[in-house]
């Protein structure tokens, strides 16, 4: 079986490589993003996005919530199982397919100017084992 490998985008275009996600081609694969929460005023704003995250918001929306519950999404296939409350935005694909490999931005708009918190990462097939 094909399984997934996720790479995270640092700045200035390094990366970290190949660690293994939880879940197998054509089943359920979740994408990790977490922001820190330490009072209720923290929980902010946030969307995800096909391709690396754009200087504002995100290009090629997927989901978008409101801090508290998803506010749109494009796709039934795509969930936040987590709890957005503690600040656990990662991205849940219902049935991953080969089409869905490629880069997501998880874009925790943080207030003020240049805070959002941009993570960039880029989801793979592992040569079958
Ligand atoms: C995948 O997620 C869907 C929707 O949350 C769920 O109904 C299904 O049981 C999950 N499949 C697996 C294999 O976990």
Redesign the pocket.
């Known amino acids: 079986k094909l399984s997934w490998v996720l790479t995270l985008g640092l700045p200035l275009g390094l990366t970290v490589s190949g660690f293994p996600v939880r879940g197998v081609v054509g ?2 694969v979740t994408l990790p993003c977490k922001y820190r929460v330490n009072h209720q005023k923290d929980i902010t704003t946030m969307c995800w996005g096909r391709g690396s995250c754009p200087s504002s918001q995100c290009s090629q929306t997927i989901l978008r919530t409101d801090g508290w519950r998803v506010t749109e999404h494009h796709s039934s296939r795509y ?1 936040l ?1 987590g709890n957005l409350a503690q600040g656990d935005v990662s991205l ?1 694909i ?2 991953a397919a080969e089409a869905d490999g490629g880069v997501y931005c998880c874009r925790v708009e943080i207030p003020g100017w240049f805070n959002d918190q941009k993570n960039n990462l880029e989801l793979s097939q592992s040569a079958p084992l």
Do not use: A, F, I, L
Request: glycine share 0%; hydrophobic share 15%.
């Open positions: 089943q359920n969930r199982e849940t219902v049935n």
